[in-house]
């Protein structure tokens, strides 16, 4: 007989698949998954040969997501419950190579979201961004549904996917899950490429050298989010009950907005020492395609999400673990 009552730290185990673990997200995204699922049910992917050392902790292979038929037969005899999608071009590296961030961007989602039609995979967690939004849409509080009229070839390969991702789900049932990610800050990894980089970037140059210069002008207000609380609200959508994700384009989500400004401010409160100056290139016109500020009332609703980090603890948490060796 089966005892009646399961043990109080008793998971259910399950095989997770993360594509494009080597990136921001993905490495912090595999780290935090292999907490709670086992490090050996969580394999991390990457078009790299060798993983980082931060992810030997458990499996990791070699994955170029372009290449469709290793994909899929990896996948098919592999059999991962849950398949986090992560691989892309991010917003100023597409701009520099728009034909092959198309591809990479649409291709590799293509080839998910048919296995998932198949039955080989149960649930897909996709990322979107804010990038899907444009200079017409409300800048301010910006709303879950609204006009979408982006500007950027990372934003128009985020805004087909959300389409492709909810038509999926509404013709052949395919359980996608997705978040339009604000920008991110984390200490783990490096700047990966993204507008919104400004905010990683600032705080190695505030301990290396105790100045910076921003590539976007001081009072470019944009949504930001501490790395920690994304990556809650990533595994908090993917294990929500099924019946609580109501939008599955992608929901709006939030943490904080600030500009240069205010985050050059709350660093020199911590170190007085700091100085910025400002000199504005080619993402300043990306930054200004995009929202101040996003309404996320959506998912606090539907499943529960909730911030923790404000500013202040962003910054400390920031300065306290930043590893300038990491500079080159």
């Given at each position: 007989m089966f005892p009646?009552?399961?043990?109080?730290?008793?998971?259910?185990?399950?095989?997770?698949?993360?594509?494009?673990?080597?990136?921001?997200?993905?490495?912090?995204?595999?780290?935090?998954?292999?907490?709670?699922?086992?490090?050996?049910?969580?394999?991390?992917?990457?078009?790299?040969?060798?993983?980082?050392?931060?992810?030997?902790?458990?499996?990791?292979?070699?994955?170029?997501?372009?290449?469709?038929?290793?994909?899929?037969?990896?996948?098919?005899?592999?059999?991962?419950?849950?398949?986090?999608?992560?691989?892309?071009?991010?917003?100023?590296?597409?701009?520099?190579?728009?034909?092959?961030?198309?591809?990479?961007?649409?291709?590799?989602?293509?080839?998910?979201?048919?296995?998932?039609?198949?039955?080989?995979?149960?649930?897909?967690?996709?990322?979107?961004?804010?990038?899907?939004?444009?200079?017409?849409?409300?800048?301010?509080?910006?709303?879950?549904?609204?006009?979408?009229?982006?500007?950027?070839?990372?934003?128009?390969?985020?805004?087909?996917?959300?389409?492709?991702?909810?038509?999926?789900?509404?013709?052949?049932?395919?359980?996608?899950?997705?978040?339009?990610?604000?920008?991110?800050?984390?200490y783990t990894s490096l700047p990966g490429g993204g507008t919104t980089d400004y905010a990683v970037d600032i705080f190695y140059h505030a301990k290396k050298t105790g100045t910076y210069t921003s590539f976007l002008n001081e009072e470019s207000a944009l949504p930001m989010m501490y790395m920690e609380d994304a990556i809650r609200a990533t595994i908090e959508l993917m294990e929500a009950p099924k019946e609580n994700v109501k939008i599955r384009s992608s929901y709006n989500l939030a943490g904080l907005s600030f500009t240069p400004a205010d985050l050059a401010n709350a660093i020199q409160k911590e170190q007085g020492n700091f100085e910025i100056t400002y000199a504005p290139d080619f993402r300043q016109a990306i930054a200004d395609s995009w929202p101040n500020s996003i309404d996320d009332s959506a998912a606090k609703n539907d499943w529960g999400w909730r911030e923790k980090y404000d500013l202040h603890q962003m910054v400390k948490t920031m300065l306290e673990n930043v590893d300038i060796s990491k500079l080159n």
């Open positions: 009646l009552f399961l043990p109080f730290n008793f998971i259910v185990m399950k095989k997770v698949l993360v594509i494009g673990a080597g990136g921001q997200i993905g490495t912090e995204l595999v780290l935090e998954l292999r907490k709670r699922f086992g490090n050996n049910q969580v394999i991390a992917a990457d078009v790299k040969e060798t993983c980082s050392e931060a992810l030997s902790n458990g499996p990791y292979i070699q994955m170029d997501v372009l290449d469709k038929e290793n994909v899929r037969e990896y996948i098919i005899n592999e059999k991962p419950d849950d398949v986090y999608l992560l691989a892309a071009l991010l917003s100023a590296t597409a701009e520099k190579h728009p034909d092959f961030a198309w591809k990479l961007n649409m291709e590799g989602l293509f080839t998910i979201l048919e296995l998932a039609k198949e039955g080989q995979i149960k649930k897909i967690f996709w990322p979107s961004s804010i990038a899907v939004f444009g200079p017409t849409t409300p800048r301010d509080n910006t709303p879950q549904y609204t006009v979408m009229e982006p500007t950027t070839i990372y934003g128009i390969s985020k805004l087909a996917g959300e389409r492709w991702c909810e038509y999926y789900f509404n013709k052949y049932g395919v359980d996608v899950r997705s978040i339009r990610y604000p920008g991110l800050i984390s």
